[in-house]
């Protein structure tokens, strides 16, 4: 007796529970009843995609190190456009300005030595300290084009530093034979003037010794 109505209160309440879920669902037809646990939970909250956040050290140091590589290749860009700035403007002065006074020292004639020794001084210092010297200076960043054209430069300006040092070698000896023959031909004016002074004194003597020996013998006829 006890069983049986024990097993019917089960049933009872599980025709309870069951009639209760279901007139829940009723009033809703589009859920699926046949799957309560699933209709029935929340649906899961969609978020917005997001990179994973970087818990490895190894990628946390790739990315900083991709970052500082795209920041020296901005850097080195700049440095470069910079770099070809200086050697377009040095180019530009010798080209325009240095070039031509060179050419006019190697191709005019100086008749004053010490004008032509300055000139000189003064093309070869500026070409060596403005031109050489400052495209030594600036740092290529390893660019290929930017070496080749300062390259090219260095070699116009040591083939016109060669072409000065020989004409003044030139300009030197022509100087030196110049003054070797000035001074022989001095020598020779002086020596000349110096025999003539001689010749003249000699003569002035002679005339002399002719004035006095007539006033001896005038004083002598007045005795």
């Known amino acids: 007796m006890d069983n049986k109505d024990h097993n019917h209160d089960l049933r009872s309440n599980n025709r309870t529970g069951t009639q209760h879920r279901t007139s829940r669902h009723d009033k809703n037809s589009s859920i699926d ?88 001084r003064w093309v070869h210092n500026v070409t060596m300290c403005d031109i050489l010297l400052k495209a030594d200076e600036i740092n290529t960043n390893g660019n290929e084009e930017l070496r080749a054209q300062r390259r090219a430069l260095v070699d116009r300006v040591n083939a016109i530093l060669d072409d000065l040092e020989t004409a003044k070698k030139k300009f030197d000896e022509q100087d030196e034979k110049w003054r070797k023959r000035e001074g022989k031909e001095r020598q020779e004016r002086e020596d000349k003037i110096q025999q003539e002074l001689e010749r003249a004194t000699k003569r002035w003597d002679e005339q002399e010794n002719d004035i006095w020996q007539k006033f001896k013998r005038l004083r002598r006829r007045k005795e």
């Open 33 to 120: 009843c046949c799957n309560r646990e699933e209709s029935c939970s929340p649906n899961p909250t969609k978020t917005a995609a997001t990179d994973p956040p970087i818990t490895n050290l190894t990628e946390a140091r790739d990315v900083k190190e991709d970052v500082i590589s795209d920041r020296s290749i901005e850097l080195e860009t700049e440095g470069t456009a910079e770099s070809m700035a200086k050697m377009i403007e040095i180019r530009n002065y010798f080209d325009y300005d240095l070039q031509p006074r060179s050419l006019y020292y190697l191709d005019s004639t100086f008749w004053d030595p010490k004008q032509r020794a300055a000139e000189y």
